[in-house]
């Protein structure tokens, strides 16, 4: 008996791909490092459209320890800790752990730039309004 998904759907033409990305994704989630998603009011004044912004949560770690990207569909965060002195620890309960988060984007989501700021990291994305395309379609006739 094969698997039905919502993406196996006939009306639903090429997002096979994006049905492994989701399945990828819903396979690395340990839950760390905690992280919010925040809708930003549009500011008319400016002309910006729709913002959202991700924080994470990563004290600790320093601008050197980590590496925000993008690739392909898709917002990778990474952060790597390094032991860098040898310490004698009575008790250790923050540990240097390494990370590896991803979010999938729509098209045409854009990362307009990332801060850290007391031991949180907040990345930017804008949403642009997508242009409403409508194009006809000619239909030959061959008899």
């Given amino acids: ?24 994704v819903a396979k690395g989630n340990d839950g760390y490092p905690p992280y919010n998603i925040e809708r ?19 004290a600790g770690f320093s601008e ?6 993008t690739e392909e569909n898709q917002l990778v965060i990474r952060g790597r800790q390094t032991e860098t002195q040898e310490r004698d620890y009575l008790y250790r309960g ?5 990370f590896q988060r991803i979010f999938v984007l729509a098209d045409g989501m ?21 242009a409403r395309m409508v194009r006809k379609i000619n239909i030959s006739v061959s008899d």
Avoid at 1 to 24: C, H, N
Wanted: proline content about 5%; glycine content about 4%; charged content about 30%.
């Fill in 40 to 58: 930003l009011a549009r500011d008319v004044a400016a002309d910006m459209p729709e913002r959202l912004r991700i924080t994470l949560a990563v």
């Fill in 64 to 69: 050197d320890e980590l590496d925000v990207t």
């Fill in 110 to 130: 854009q990362v307009l730039g990332a801060d850290l700021r007391n031991g949180l990291l907040s990345i930017d994305l804008v949403r642009p309004e997508p």
């Fill in 1 to 24: 008996m094969s698997r039905m998904t919502t993406f196996t759907s006939p009306l639903l033409l090429g997002f096979d791909a994006m049905e492994k990305t989701l399945e990828r």
């Fill in 94 to 98: 923050i540990a240097a752990r390494q």
